[in-house]
């Protein structure tokens, strides 16, 4: 992962190898799969002062000025991960919201929060779960890296990536940043829209992230080639 609090990290940068396309689903879904859990008590304080920021701004504790008061990078990844939790609760709140009749949210945790809760996927289910449908990504509890095995692990399975916007999304999608990541509600709420009501835009999705990542193998050999030298 991608550190949010310094420019120091080398990433070895994971890639989707064997994808699946996706397939056209008329009555598509919105899929969400995740943890969630509290560790440090002083990080509901923290969350409590910048709630109501957050639902401007979503990758607001993703700046490395956010975590300068804080003095060591253990004590500052502790309470990164309980924001992220806090933050995906805030999320899903909306989501759930707006699109209760079209969501399925899955994760154990999550039953203990709100009603409408699957167990956590396993094995071939998880194929069959993500390929066509919506697939919402809140990026990892770890850092800011937009392929990192959840999201790999939708793409391979043809689901349609709809991802918080992480440090490199611009990178990754190039022209089509926009339809692929969101950085506040209204955004969230737009890209839903166009991708579950919006047979066109949901069709042209399918086709532009095939297109993204079919050569994937090959970023991935170029970049062994530059570790190793060759």
Same mark, same amino acid.
Request: contains cysteine; proline residues 1%; hydrophobic residues 30%.
């Given at each position: ?5 310094? #420019? =120091?990290?080398?990433?070895? &940068?994971? @890639?989707?190898?064997? !994808? +699946? ?5 008329? $009555? ?33 504790? #993703? =700046?490395?000025?956010?975590? &300068?008061? @804080?003095?060591?990078? !253990? +004590? ?5 991960? $309980? ?45 069959? !779960? ?6 919402? $990504? ?93």
């Amino acid at each position: 992962m991608k550190s949010v609090f310094h #420019d =120091k990290d080398q990433v070895f &940068q994971l @890639y989707p190898l064997k !994808i +699946e396309k996706s397939f056209f689903r008329k $009555d598509r879904r919105l899929i969400y799969a995740s943890t969630y859990s509290i560790k440090k008590k002083t990080s509901y304080l923290i969350w409590k002062t910048i709630n109501e920021s957050t639902k401007v701004d979503f990758n607001l504790f #993703d =700046k490395k000025d956010f975590w &300068q008061s @804080y003095e060591s990078d !253990i +004590e500052r990844f502790s309470i990164y991960r $309980d924001l992220k939790n806090f933050q995906r609760k805030q999320i899903l709140e909306e989501i759930l919201k707006n699109y209760n009749n079209k969501f399925d949210l899955y994760g154990d945790d999550w039953s203990k929060i709100f009603n409408l809760s699957h167990s956590n996927i396993e094995g071939n289910k998880v194929k069959k !779960i993500y390929n066509g449908n919506l697939c919402i $990504d809140l990026g990892s509890k770890c850092g800011s890296l937009t392929l990192y095995p959840r999201s790999i692990e939708i793409i391979e399975n043809g689901g349609l990536l709809l991802q918080l916007k992480q440090i490199d999304s611009n990178e990754v999608f190039g022209q089509h940043s926009d339809r692929f990541t969101f950085d506040n509600f209204k955004s969230l709420n737009y890209n839903i829209e166009r991708l579950l009501y919006d047979e066109n835009f949901y069709k042209e999705q399918i086709e532009i992230q095939y297109d993204i990542f079919k050569n994937s193998k090959k970023k991935l050999e170029d970049q062994l080639d530059l570790i190793f030298g060759k």
